[in-house]
């Protein structure tokens, strides 16, 4: 059975090689890439790796083929953070930083103005997917929100992620409409009673 723990730092590499064959035909991803999906999403990627592997809330499978990258309630971007996103608009132009930086003005705008944690990636290598380790590598956190009391939060582009979270009681959706951009939902999951 895979085990599931926090991400190291020196997990790195393998974590982007699962992230970026995961969302090789994602919607958003290819959207936020464009035509540069090979040169721009290991980038894209290891910024949201690099972002939240030191917070401890990157929970992995022990072989790396499942990810999960959350950010805690209430967290805000650190000066690392910004480096790190500069440097990703300076390799990326200005077109994808555009994109991105549309993307993220959308879903602003459906955000809650309450206190949630916040699934930002959820992958699995291609190779693993339908074994169950998304659901695994989700828990801790999950579990964690709801002793908090707290709701779990998240955005996707595609039907059958939509279906995913929702029978993992992701029930709350939004319409988020990013500008030239894929149907994107705004998913929430209320703190579940023990």
């Known amino acids: 059975m895979d085990g599931v723990r926090p991400a190291r730092t020196e997990d790195r590499t393998t974590v982007i090689a699962t992230v970026v064959a995961a969302f090789a035909h994602d919607p958003a991803w290819s959207f936020l890439c464009g035509a540069d999906y090979d040169r721009l999403a290991p980038r894209f990627a290891g910024a949201l790796f690099d972002t939240r592997v030191a917070s401890g809330h ?107 979270y929702g029978r993992r009681g992701f029930t709350e959706a939004t319409d988020i409409h990013v500008a030239a951009g894929p149907p994107t939902w705004w998913l929430c999951r209320a703190p579940q009673q023990s």
């Open 58 to 164: 990157v929970w992995v499978t022990d072989d790396l083929t499942g990810v999960a990258m959350w950010d805690p309630p209430g967290s805000a971007p650190s000066a690392e953070s910004e480096r790190l996103w500069q440097s990703y608009r300076a390799v990326a132009g200005e077109p994808a930083w555009r994109r991105l930086s549309d993307y993220e003005s959308a879903i602003h705008k459906v955000r809650p103005s309450t206190t949630y944690w916040y699934l930002g990636v959820l992958a699995t290598h291609p190779d693993r997917q339908r074994q169950g380790l998304a659901t695994k590598v989700i828990a801790p956190i999950l579990e964690k929100a709801d002793k908090e009391g707290l709701p779990s939060c998240l955005e996707t582009s595609t039907v059958g992620n939509r279906e995913f």
